[in-house]
C-alpha cells in the first residue's frame, strides 16, 4: 500500500465549477500535511497547508481529519490557470531527519 | 534572497556512466534534501543532508550518494547508471534539521539511454 493515495485523475472540470480532491496517508506518525501545486516538467510548489481546523485561501480550502488520515482540497469558481497536478503531501520525523512523502498527483484540466 | 538552483538543467547520459547534480540552497537555509520524480509518479525522497551530515535516507540503493557543502550546497552523485534513473531530480532546501519550510529548485532532468 503505498504512503499517500490520491486519484490520478485527469479531473476534466468547466471553469467556474467547484472541485474536490482527496487523499489518505499509512503513517500515523506523519506530523505536517501540505498540497503542492506542480505545472507540466516544472518542480512542485507549496499551494498550502492543511490543518485540522480546516485552512482556506481565497478559493481554496483544505481540511485534515486526522482520525481517518484523510485530507481534502476544495478548489471553488476554478480558473483555466488551476489547471495542474495537485500533489498531496505529508511529512514524516526520519530519525533525526524528516521527509516530504507524495502521493501521485492528481491531474486537473480546466475548460472553456 | 536567492532560491534554489540546480544544475544542469537537462543532461543525457549512458547506462552505466556516473553522474553528478548539483543544488544550491536557499540563503538562510542549512538543510537539504534530494527527490527523484519519474514520469506520472509524484516525487521519491532519496536523502537529506543537515549541517553536511546525511540524517535521512528513502529506499534507495547505495550507489546514490550525496554530499553537503559548508555553505549548504549540495551534489547527488549517482553511480552506474540505470535505464530506470530517468527522471527528474528535485532538490529542496529548508531551514532547520526538521526541515520547516521547503523549497523546490526546478530540477534536473536526467535521461539514461
Known amino acids: 500500500r503505498k504512503e499517500v493515495e490520491q486519484d490520478p485523475g485527469p479531473f476534466n472540470v468547466p471553469e467556474g465549477a467547484t472541485v474536490a480532491f482527496n487523499c489518505t496517508y499509512s503513517n500515523s506518525a506523519s506530523q505536517s500535511f501540505f498540497w503542492y501545486r506542480q505545472d507540466c516538467r516544472k518542480e512542485p510548489k507549496l499551494l498550502m497547508s492543511?490543518?485540522?481546523s480546516g485552512n482556506e485561501d481565497g478559493r481554496f480550502t483544505a481540511q485534515l481529519n486526522r482520525a481517518s488520515q484523510y485530507i481534502s482540497l476544495l478548489i471553488r469558481d476554478s480558473k483555466l490557470s488551476d489547471s495542474a497536478t495537485y500533489l498531496c503531501v505529508v511529512r514524516i520525523l526520519t530519525g533525526g531527519g524528516n521527509k516530504l512523502t507524495f502521493g501521485t498527483g492528481t491531474q486537473l484540466k480546466v475548460e472553456l | 534572497e536567492t532560491g534554489v538552483t540546480q544544475s544542469p538543467t537537462h543532461l543525457i547520459k549512458t547506462r552505466g556512466q556516473q553522474v553528478t547534480l548539483r543544488c544550491s540552497s536557499q540563503?538562510?537555509?542549512?538543510?537539504v534534501s534530494w527527490y527523484q520524480q519519474a514520469l506520472g509518479q509524484g516525487p521519491q525522497f532519496i536523502f537529506q543532508y543537515y549541517r553536511e551530515e546525511e540524517n535521512g535516507r528513502g529506499n534507495f540503493p547505495p550507489r546514490f550518494s550525496g554530499l553537503q557543502f559548508p555553505n549548504y550546497s549540495s551534489e547527488l552523485n549517482v553511480n552506474a547508471l540505470e535505464l530506470d534513473d530517468s527522471a527528474l531530480y528535485l532538490c529542496a532546501s529548508s531551514g532547520g534539521d526538521r526541515g520547516y519550510g521547503y523549497t523546490f529548485g526546478s530540477g534536473t532532468r536526467l535521461t539514461v539511454v
Open positions: 492543511v490543518y485540522s
Open positions: 540563503s538562510g537555509h542549512n538543510t
